[in-house]
């Protein structure tokens, strides 16, 4: 039973044009989402983190949006650089007795052509 | 500052054989996590800890043990690997805190294992 899902496997975007990667989630107690992003033969780093109070994040070029209502969450970038061809994986938690604990998407490959 | 570190980077097991990961973080970070990466799933939690002398099963805890004698320090055992148990391990850390933007999770680089 997958509660974070990554329905696409991979993205290709052009560099200099946005790129958007999409996560949906089915456990209504996650009140927080974090994004990683992983180089191959490295770990995840995060990047990037919003909380269910919110509906939208900024930093830099990396923008997370939050619908609670669909339980829909997307990163945008812009604009994308060969340099963010990575594995992007969102992650969710909830408070309480699980708190700190991740469950992760399986992942989405982004590839940025220059 | 060396951040979140895993020992080994590689191994190759023969089924029936033990080892243990060992994960060190030099944050004093209170919580550290162990997860496996295997293709299309993502990564799911085996075990994690939320302090020195502490341990609790993850998603998917069955055939690893572990152990955190130190606060810096997070092993994973396998007692008798299994080919299932081929996977990409990482362990990771983060600090215990009220505040969520703390959540965050400091990953090491990894460990491939292969069980033949």
């Known amino acids: 039973d997958q509660q974070v899902k990554q329905n696409s496997p991979s993205l290709s975007v052009q560099e200099g044009r946005i790129s958007i990667l999409n996560c949906d989630y089915t456990n209504s107690m996650f009140d927080y989402f974090l994004w990683y992003k992983k180089y191959p033969a490295e770990g995840p780093t995060f990047l990037i983190s919003?909380?269910?109070?919110?509906d939208k994040n900024e930093d830099g070029r990396f923008t997370v949006f939050l619908n609670k209502s669909a339980k829909h969450l997307s990163l945008h970038i812009v604009p994308s650089q060969p340099g963010d061809s990575a594995v992007y994986f969102c992650?969710?938690?909830?408070?309480?007795?699980?708190?700190?604990?991740?469950?992760f998407g399986q992942g989405t490959i982004l590839t940025v052509h220059p | 500052n060396a951040g979140v570190t895993q020992t080994p980077k590689f191994r190759v097991l023969k089924t029936g054989q033990s080892m243990t990961l060992l994960c060190a973080q030099d944050m004093n970070h209170e919580y550290m996590y162990w997860y496996r990466q295997d293709p299309g799933m993502g990564l799911r939690l085996i075990h994690y800890?939320?302090?020195?002398?502490?341990?609790a099963k993850g998603e998917v805890p069955d055939g690893y043990n572990v152990s955190r004698l130190k606060k810096q320090n997070f092993l994973l055992g396998l007692e008798s690997a299994a080919p299932s148990q081929t996977s990409v391990y990482f362990c990771?850390?983060?600090?215990?805190?009220?505040?969520?933007?703390?959540?965050?999770?400091?990953f090491g680089p990894g460990t491939r294992l292969t069980v033949l």
């Open positions: 990771a850390s983060s600090y215990s805190s009220r505040d969520r933007r703390l959540d965050t999770q400091y």
């Open positions: 800890s939320v302090g020195e002398g502490t341990t």
């Open positions: 992650a969710a938690s909830e408070g309480g007795t699980s708190y700190g604990k991740l469950t």
């Open positions: 919003i909380s269910s109070i919110k």
